[in-house]
């Protein structure tokens, strides 16, 4: 499968933007897809994943309650809602995928063997 994402840009504190991550290839349900970030000087950190097939979700602390991870298999796109943003979220977002990530190895970006090439998300003060 490849990936590739996009919707970043320049917002401002207690803003909105809506990341996407389109997919190419088949059985894309099957996938797990996974956002995961990476600010500068900083490692990459998980943010949120969707399950293939069930669709479970989960999601990093900081960002419960403001960011929204959905998908639209039809599409083959996975969506990360990101409200209220703050400086602090800041950072290159990153989408990956796998079809077989175990779940207790979800937030770790070595389970994942396809990536998409980055979209920058800057939030300012």
């Known amino acids: 499968v490849q990936l590739q994402a996009y919707g970043g840009g320049l917002v401002q504190a207690g803003g909105s933007l809506r990341l996407s991550c389109a997919a190419s290839?088949?059985?894309?349900?099957?996938?797990?897809i996974t956002w995961f970030r990476q600010a500068p000087g900083k490692e990459r950190e998980f943010v949120a994943t969707i399950r293939g097939g069930s669709g479970t979700t989960l999601y990093t602390g900081s960002v419960k309650g403001r960011f929204t991870i959905s998908r639209e298999n039809v599409e083959k796109t996975v969506y990360l809602q990101m409200n209220n943003l703050k400086s602090e979220d800041t950072a290159v977002y990153y989408c990956a995928a796998s079809r077989t990530v175990i779940l207790s190895a979800l937030s770790s970006a070595t389970s994942y063997n396809y990536w998409g090439q980055g979209t920058l998300v800057t939030v300012s003060s």
């Open positions: 290839g088949r059985a894309f349900n099957t996938y797990t």
